[in-house]
């Protein structure tokens, strides 16, 4: 995947699309994304707290601001722009589009999982 040789840290770009498909209720890419956090070191706790990352302490302030971009692009949240001048300060332009790219690819990738898979 090109996208994760590009320079942003692998387990950033895990987390959110994790997230990306628990919001969407992608169960096999939960599944899937869950293992792959699982394989770069996550503890189990951690993954099972991703759910209210905002409300523990389980994650450090650069991957709560990931998952909180995440978010607000899942979301189309009115309020992108405060979380987007936050990332400014941490990641280089390339990283951001990177991030955005693998946020919204992995929903859309949910959505035809999900639409278009039989059952599992």
């Known amino acids: 995947n090109s996208i994760r040789k590009s320079g942003i840290d692998e387990k950033l770009i895990a ?12 169960a096999y890419c939960c599944s899937y994304h869950a293992k792959e956090l699982s394989d770069f070191g996550f503890e189990q706790d951690v993954i099972n ?16 601001l990931v998952l909180e971009w995440a978010e607000a692009v899942i979301y189309s949240k009115d309020d992108w722009k ?28 949910n959505k035809l999982r999900i639409t278009l898979a039989e059952e599992e």
């Not at 987390?15 to 992608?26: D, F, K, P």
Request: hydrophobic share 35%; with cysteine; glycine share 4%.
């Open 15 to 26: 987390l959110v699309e994790l997230r990306a498909s628990q919001i969407n209720g992608c």
């Open 82 to 109: 405060s979380t987007k001048t936050k990332l400014i300060e941490q990641f280089k332009e390339r990283e951001i589009v990177e991030l955005t790219a693998s946020i919204t690819l992995m929903n859309t990738l």
């Open 49 to 64: 707290r991703l759910p209210g990352w905002k409300h523990t302490n389980a994650f450090n302030s650069q991957q709560k």
